[in-house]
């Protein structure tokens, strides 16, 4: 069994967080994990590529090699974009609908992609792979933070590997006591989220 | 049963000297080697300092190594070279107590100015042993290891890890933490611990440093012995004839593109410097070429070609050096390329991958939503148009006004670099006014001596301390400027702008960098005076302040009128919050990251933002 994920977002969106929660019901279930996060100069505002590799064997690359990335989970869109030159052929994206525009963008130096050019450049690559509104329902849920929760509920939809049920105990262990009733809300409408994205395939 | 924990390499470094039984642990923060204090703070029995800057760090390890305590100092490899004054020393010297010094590598320069392969200066430079780590697990070996040798050789070792392997996670093996009994005491030898050029009487009035480099020089058969030996380097078998070196986080990326081949090629795994020569002379007699992979510069690739000349054994030997790339970091996707050009038949083997048909816009650095020093680069910049002066900059948060929008300061090169370089401007007789901007913590790190310097000198210039009282590019250290140290005890924070007036400096104006008509006003007045006026710009970094309860404003929604915004862009321009976007000649703010700090309200000269 060889799994990656590759989360890819920026900083402050909360990778670490995910890839924790992810990594420590991995080791529950005894597999062995080997992860990296790759981060720029910024505590805030950068690109943050979080590596997750998830085996019964051996794992020796902590940077998932390039085209070998199973599921890749877009906390941002661009984000996501610069990245999916490492999903697999046969890989699954899970895409969170924000925009985080750039300095550059801002300044009008640059342009921020389309949602139409997006969706063209996604569907011709043949990837599959669901889009949700993750950051929206953060905000419904009280606070934008709260989405790197639910694209791991949405995720958890992804894989028989995954048990929602163990992956919530393991959230509410690691979740400071302030937020884990947030927390865990989020985590189960991320699901549901990915419950009516399939629907609609 | 042996237990296990989820690590990440830095801290598996910081277990690998706790296990060790360390007693005093130094260093100054830089990525990728900061958590390995972090995890040895955990143990009260261990002092842990975050030092002024790294060569006191080394100082500071190597006293007490010299009371038979052991000792570690960390650093990143732009840190290694401040400290390399002193080892210059301490490699002659030795050491009493186990001393390790763990130089964490940026190749790729992911988090640093440069990529520079500290190899080079521990072990070409000043021929102390290296440990180079290819996981998180060797690495904690590698430093418990280090320390035992350490002892046993009298010489520092040195662990030279580079980001992927700081900053990987996986699960480690712990261990018992060792109980050292050996009482810490100061016992002279002055023939060793007094480096001065000195006949020395007893060797007949040979001069101490050549006597001490001799000594040195006579540790390298041992070293070399314990390399021939060492878990850290062995030979694995396969096909073919090409042997595949694989150095450090190397033989990660050679064996990652093993599995992706299903191939199986001969490989000789090195970690250790000097380099275990019995093995490598083995291990190429039998090949026909030699391909090294190694993080960053050519360094084993070198000394694998001297040794097998030397030995008389003729096999190609190639890596960095041209046949790989010579810059940038190694990674799986390059073993691969590599292999390919040397096996044509893998070529299919190697996964596709297909870039996007759409231009994605890269995402450069910029101050956080709510940081203070936005409003003073603002300050600073409309300031620095108005008198055509020019703002020589230094490493930290703060740099990121080098970039667009700003593109404030001109020069950015190592730490402390910002007011000397000022000072030469003067000099050469350019009649444009100089700022520099420096950090605090990079001010006591190594900018207080180029502003001693200055106001000795009298030179006109305007230098602006960003005093957000830690180091907050590399995750909060404190710093000597900061009221607790690294465990949360009370410690004396010093006081910047005493400082510089007790040196002498023309005027130090402690302000609040928020606060940007106050900016402004003390700027102005700076400019105007001679000699060395000094601004403290003063207030809490915003994200840490967020955790402690002690922010820099007080909190006040603001709204943007869109029929008073003639779109004129100084919010985008020349302020460049994220929280201001812009779109159909209009800005607008995005409430949903805004933190209300207020600053953008001084910064529209129309009104428009209330």
Known sequence: MNLNILIAGVGGQGNLFASSILAEYLINKGYQILAVETIG???????????LRVSDSDLYSPLIPAGEVDILMGFEILEMLRNFELLSTDGTYLLNDFKDPTVLCNMELDTYPSDESIMAALQKSGKKGYTIKATECAREIGNSLLTNVVMVGALCQLSPLFNSQEIKQVLAKKSPSKVREQNLKAFEAGGLLLQKATKAR | ??????????????????????????????????????????????????????????????????????????????????????????????????????????????????????????????????????????????????????????????????????????????EEIATISKEPLFEDDRSRFIMSAVREPKAGGVLRPVLRHKWLNSKQPELSKIMADSPFNHVEEGEGSIGLVACGIGYAYVKEAEEILGKKFPILKLGTLPLPKEKVVKFAGKMDKLVVYEDSEAVVEGMLKELLYDEGIKVEVVGRSGFLPKEGELSTKVVLASLATLYPELENLIPETVPLEIKIPIRTRTQCIGCAYRGLLHALKLIAHKTHGVVTGDIGCYDAGSFLPLELQSTIYCMGSSIPMATGITYSGSKQPVFSIIGDSTLFHNGILGLLNAIHNAVDMVVI????????????????????????????????????????????????????????????????????????????????????????????????????CNGCKICIDYFGCPAIRFGDGKATIDQATCVDCGMCIAVCKRGAIT
Request: proline share 5%; charged share 20%.
């Open chain 1, 41 to 51: 100069a910024a505590q805030r505002g950068g690109s943050v590529v979080s590596h």
């Open chain 2, 1 to 174: 049963m042996v237990s296990k924990e989820y690590l990440m390499g830095n801290e598996a470094m910081g277990r690998g000297a706790v296990e060790a039984g360390v007693k005093v642990a130094t260093g100054y923060p830089g990525t990728p080697a900061s958590e390995v204090l972090d995890y040895a703070s955990k143990f009260p029995d261990v002092h842990v300092e975050w030092c002024i800057n790294e060569k006191v760090a080394l100082e500071i390890a190597m006293g007490a190594s010299l009371c038979y305590s052991r000792a570690i100092a960390v650093m990143k490899h732009n840190g290694t070279n401040v400290a390399l004054d002193f080892l210059m020393h301490l490699n002659y010297t030795g050491v009493r107590g186990g001393l390790v010094l763990i130089s964490g590598d940026d190749p790729g320069g992911i988090s640093s100015q440069n990529e520079e392969d500290s190899r080079i200066i521990t072990h070409l430079d000043a021929h102390l042993p290296v440990f180079d780590p290819w996981c998180p697990q060797e690495a904690k070996d590698m430093v418990r290891m280090a320390f035992e040798l350490s002892e046993k050789t009298e010489l520092c070792f040195v662990v030279r890890p580079v980001m992927r392997v700081c900053h990987a996670r996986s699960q480690v093996k712990l």
């Open chain 2, 465 to 564: 301390v960003c005093d957000n009282r830690t180091t907050a590019m590399t995750g909060f250290q404190p710093h000597p400027g900061s009221d607790t140290d690294i465990s949360g005890k009370p410690v004396a924070a010093i006081d910047i702008a005493k400082l510089v007036t007790a040196a002498g400096a023309t005027s130090a104006r402690v302000i609040n960098s928020y606060n940007i008509p106050e900016v402004t006003k003390a700027l102005n007045k700076a400019v105007r005076e001679k000699g060395v006026s000094v601004i403290v710009a003063s207030s809490p970094c915003y994200l840490l302040g967020k955790r402690t309860g002690e922010i820099g404003f007080t909190p006040q929604k603001v709204s943007l009128n869109p029929d008073l």
